[in-house]
């Protein structure tokens, strides 16, 4: 198969690309300086030259609750651009086979736990993420769509918070546990007596690492169509992608002070937004479809504190 891979350098784009390479399919990549995927003539134009046998839509537009929170405009504009360029251009170059990533903010602040796919716009959305999720929805929704229409195999997968090699360490724009793993090294080489985390600590939420989102989705991509079909339904096609257990992010902020070394007190500046109260995926509709998360939260945070380390140098200058 010739997959291209839209996001290749993101986190997880990567992380599925290499998985697509080793099991020997072709990756068409393009940087984000060579292919604006918000550009639709531009995008049209790719997609015609290279007519891939399947598309991973992987770009996006992504942040944690800061960025989210202060750039609304650019993360609806440009996740919107983004899915509906590559989906719809991608079916008018005869793509048969997309996976589109979503992400666990689609659903609503308040809905039950461990949140059901059938929870999808049965409630209202969390505030700092509206605009995002939003865009998100309108990609499942697109994807349902063309399936309906166009006779596609256009799937969507909803993960869970991601983390790992390749993460964003960036401060100001990073989700938190890439940011508490650069908070407490930094603290731990200063010696600092403190380290201050955002909000109250007892929002809760579930983690799984790249690596195991990158294998989710290489098996929902490789599921019969029959049997996809038969796990979802066509107008409600998208799986969650989790581990299906969660933590507060006090008990995170000593899990990872716990790896990195770091012996000081943590403190909680409470003028920072909380965001969802809680975000822990229902995943046994793809449980039903044979895959499971396998990197513990622990061995996942050993893994990705050890890149931080190896890759440190490469952030400075970015926001600390
Ligand atoms: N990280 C997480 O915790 C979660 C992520 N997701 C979803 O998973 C997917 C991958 O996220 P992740 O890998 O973490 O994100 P990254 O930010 O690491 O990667 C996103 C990639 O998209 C590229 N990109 C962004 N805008 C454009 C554009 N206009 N044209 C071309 N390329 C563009 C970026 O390139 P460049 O950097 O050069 O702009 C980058 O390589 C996204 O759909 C995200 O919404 C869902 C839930 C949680
Ligand atoms: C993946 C997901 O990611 C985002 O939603 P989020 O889960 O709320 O994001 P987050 O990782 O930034 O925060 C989780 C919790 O952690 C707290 N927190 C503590 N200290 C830091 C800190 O230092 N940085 C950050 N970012 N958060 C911190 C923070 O206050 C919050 O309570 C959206 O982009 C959404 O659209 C989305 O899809």
Redesign the pocket.
């Given at each position: 198969m010739r997959v291209y891979v839209?996001?290749h350098?993101?986190?997880?784009?990567r992380a599925i690309a290499a998985g697509l390479a080793a099991r020997g399919d072709e990756v068409i990549a393009r940087?984000?300086a060579e292919?604006?995927?918000?550009d639709q003539a531009a995008v049209a134009a790719f997609m015609q030259d290279q007519k891939p046998d399947a598309v991973v839509l992987?770009?996006?537009?992504?942040g944690g609750i800061q960025a989210n929170n202060s750039y609304p405009g650019q993360f609806i504009y440009?996740n919107l651009m983004?899915q509906s360029n590559v989906i719809h251009q991608a079916h008018k170059a005869g793509v048969q086979q997309l996976l589109f990533?979503?992400?666990?903010c689609i659903y609503p602040r308040l809905a039950d736990q461990p949140m059901r796919e059938d929870a999808l716009l049965t409630g209202t959305l969390e505030p700092t993420n509206e605009p995002y999720a939003i865009a998100k929805i309108a990609g499942i929704k697109m994807c349902e769509s063309y399936n309906r229409e166009y006779s596609r195999d256009y799937r969507s997968v909803m993960?869970t918070?991601?983390y790992g090699p390749h993460d964003?360490f960036d401060l100001e724009t990073s989700?938190v546990l890439p940011a508490l793993i650069r908070r407490f090294h930094e603290a731990k080489v200063a010696g600092a007596p403190e380290v201050v985390i955002w909000g109250t600590g007892t929002p809760r939420r579930e983690f799984l690492h790249v690596e195991d989102m990158a294998a989710a989705s290489l098996h929902v991509m490789g599921l019969r169509a029959e049997d996809y079909a038969r796990a979802t339904d066509p107008m409600l096609s998208h799986i969650n992608v989790g581990t299906g257990a969660d933590v507060s992010i006090s008990e995170l902020a000593q899990m990872i002070a716990g790896v990195v070394g770091y012996e000081g007190a943590i403190t909680q500046d409470t003028t920072k937004p909380d965001g969802t109260p809680r975000k822990l995926m229902d995943v046994s509709r793809l449980g039903s479809l044979g895959w499971q998360a396998s990197i513990g939260l622990g061995q996942g945070l050993q893994d990705t504190y050890r890149w931080f380390l190896d890759h440190q140098d490469s952030f400075k200058g970015h926001a600390s």
């Open positions: 839209a996001g350098r993101g986190m997880v784009g940087t984000h292919l604006d995927l918000t992987a770009a996006a537009r992504v440009e983004i990533l979503g992400s666990s993960p918070n991601l964003n989700h």
